[in-house]
């Protein structure tokens, strides 16, 4: 049973457009929430982080959104770049667990 | 310098036979994973180690046994392999029960044949 859920498999954006990434969760426990970039061959990378105390976490051109209430989370890039072309995981976790729950990934696609 | 270092990144090998992959993690964490990627590219924990201790063992077969003679290392060995067993697998470390990010590996591409 999946705890994170990505629905989107695949988002394709212009550059220098924002790129919206969703994520949805079921588990009312988790009070951490991550997302996570991956290139072909690479491990996940750290992008951003949220705490369940926040509704929003900004670093740069990425921002994170928490919405407890509808347990959804989004990662905003603006303005996108080709370099921000990879898979983009949302991750979940509970305070004092040793564990994090992964979404599908989504695959995103910045046109030149 | 790597953060997180798994070897080997591509191991072919033949149904039956036993592999390991070694990770090692120089961020001084206590916590360490292994995560496995499987076809529909789903991330999963498998296992999660505190100072060495095992904490989660998530319903993984018990051919698959992680060793982790030290903080800084958690090796995953598989027995009698499996064609199922073909995966991704990621090895991560964190600062433990603190909410902070999960370092990965570069992950080991297993392909049993």
């Known amino acids: 049973d999946q705890q994170v859920k990505q629905n989107s498999p695949s988002l394709s954006v212009q550059e220098g457009r924002i790129s919206i990434l969703n994520c949805d969760y079921t588990?009312?426990?988790?009070?951490?929430f991550l997302w996570y970039k991956k290139y072909p061959a690479e491990g996940p990378t750290f992008l951003i982080s949220?705490?369940?105390?926040?509704d929003k976490n900004e670093d740069g051109r990425f921002t994170v959104f928490l919405n407890k209430s509808a347990k959804h989370l989004s990662l905003h890039i603006v303005p996108s770049q080709p370099g921000d072309s990879a898979v983009y995981f949302c991750a979940a976790s509970e305070y004092n667990f040793n564990k994090f729950y992964f979404g599908s990934g989504t695959k995103l696609n910045v046109k030149p | 310098d790597t953060a997180v270092s798994q070897t080997p990144k591509y191991l072919v090998t033949q149904m039956g036979n036993d592999k390991s992959i070694k990770c090692e993690q120089n961020l001084g964490h206590d916590t360490m994973y292994w995560y496995k990627q499987d076809s529909k590219k789903f991330l999963k924990i498998m296992f999660s180690y505190n100072n060495k201790e095992l904490i989660i063992n998530e319903t993984v077969p018990n051919r698959f046994s992680p060793k982790s003679p030290d903080k800084a290392h958690l090796n995953l060995h598989i027995n009698s392999l499996e064609l199922g067993d073909s995966a991704v697998y990621f090895c991560?470390?964190?600062?433990?029960?603190?909410?902070?990010?999960?370092?990965f590996g570069q992950g080991t591409r297993l392909t049993v044949v």
């Open positions: 588990n009312s426990m988790f009070d951490y």
């Open positions: 949220i705490s369940s105390i926040k």
């Open positions: 991560a470390s964190s600062q433990g029960n603190l909410n902070t990010e999960a370092f």
